[in-house]
């Protein structure tokens, strides 16, 4: 009777949580809110703001205060609507959404889903993130949306003067999933070239739970441009300054399309770094680019880039890379047989 009653209390407090979720809704008339930074304010950790379709811009958000058209200061899920692809443009205003590590409490879950995110050079970069952590990280999902016209898309690095007290330096249990990083633009007076992800501090494998600080899968890469000194990039590794932190980042099923420099990895412990089954389609400078790391080489075996040719694939690699096997066309498989094949003629 005991077991029965506990059980009983279980599945009770289980209800009552799933109850205190609130779903906030937001457009322009008719909604609970007519901003997102008004239905984020309102919100508690675990809820959901549901976001309309229309453009929502500096103006329609109330005109905030920099930095950060968006400020998400809690554990929350921010998605389109069903049907929906909301537009949040971030024109002449420093980044759209910035994570704040009060959203990072242990138990959250921060969730950016189904937007269209655009903006200008004077943007910046679409989603920041200070990443940081008591015992266990929160969870963060970047999924199914598109960045277009800014500099960069997403950034996130390890918390340095917003730290909390006794709080770890480091990202980890992040999930980069489904979008479209494309026209991504260049600092034409700058050393800035454009580029999709931008991933430093991230947690070694271990303190980061024994998984991956970073997960980016099924994205696409397009049309990211370069300056005179820099190429434009689709996901950049760097910033492992601390001994808890490596270059602990799974990359899968992504595609590499117009994108000078695929991945380059240019700092930390490349162990657990992986790089498989992703698409390079046209990378004019290279498709994969490692440099100043520990433990290497890097594990990328189970790759297409752009060709079957073993003479070709290495040229479009830089650094210490072990690449074969690898896929024979763009839809696999990844075989042995084909390299072992072209080196004994």
């Not at 407090?13 to 008339?29: E, G, L, N, R």
């Not at 997960?215 to 005179?228: G, P, Y």
């Amino acid at each position: 009777m005991k077991k029965t009653s506990l059980f009983l209390t279980a599945l009770l407090f289980i209800a009552a949580s799933a109850m205190a979720q609130t779903t906030h809704t937001v457009c322009a008339s008719g909604c609970d809110f007519t901003t997102i930074q008004a239905a984020i304010n309102a919100a508690t950790a675990g809820d959901v703001i549901e976001v309309g379709a229309g453009t929502y811009n500096y103006i329609t958000e109330g005109s905030p205060a920099p930095a950060g058209l968006i400020k998400v200061t809690k554990g929350v899920t921010i998605k389109a609507a069903t049907g929906a692809r909301p537009i949040i443009d971030g024109s002449n205003f420093d980044g759209i959404f910035k994570i704040h590590p009060s959203a990072l409490l242990p138990g959250n879950t921060v969730k950016i889903e189904g937007f269209e995110l655009t903006g200008n050079l004077l943007t910046g970069i679409a989603i920041t993130m200070q990443g940081c952590f008591d015992v266990t990280p929160a969870h963060v999902v970047i999924n199914d949306n598109w960045f277009h016209g800014m500099l960069g898309g997403i950034h996130m690095w390890g918390a340095s003067s917003y730290l909390p007290s006794g709080w770890t330096s480091a990202v980890a249990n992040v999930e980069i999933t489904n979008n479209k990083f494309y026209n991504l633009v260049h600092n034409p007076s700058g050393t800035e070239q454009g580029f999709g992800l931008l991933l430093y501090g991230a947690a070694n494998w271990a303190t980061a739970g024994n998984d991956y600080a970073y997960k980016v899968e099924n994205n696409e890469f397009s049309n990211i441009q370069s300056n005179n000194i820099n190429p434009g990039v689709g996901i950049a590794i760097d910033h492992m300054g601390e001994t808890w932190q490596a270059a602990n980042v799974y990359i899968s099923g992504n595609k590499f399309t117009t994108v000078p420099a695929g991945i380059i990895i240019n700092d930390g412990d490349v162990t657990d770094t992986k790089i498989e089954n992703n698409g390079f389609i046209s990378n004019s400078a290279y498709a994969v680019l490692v440099q100043n790391v520990e433990n290497s080489p890097v594990n990328a075996t189970c790759n297409w880039w752009g060709t079957n040719d073993a003479d070709v694939i290495p040229t479009k690699i830089f650094g210490p890379v072990t690449w074969v096997p690898f896929w024979v066309s763009d839809e696999g498989p990844c075989l042995q047989k084909m390299f072992e094949l072209k080196i004994g003629n």
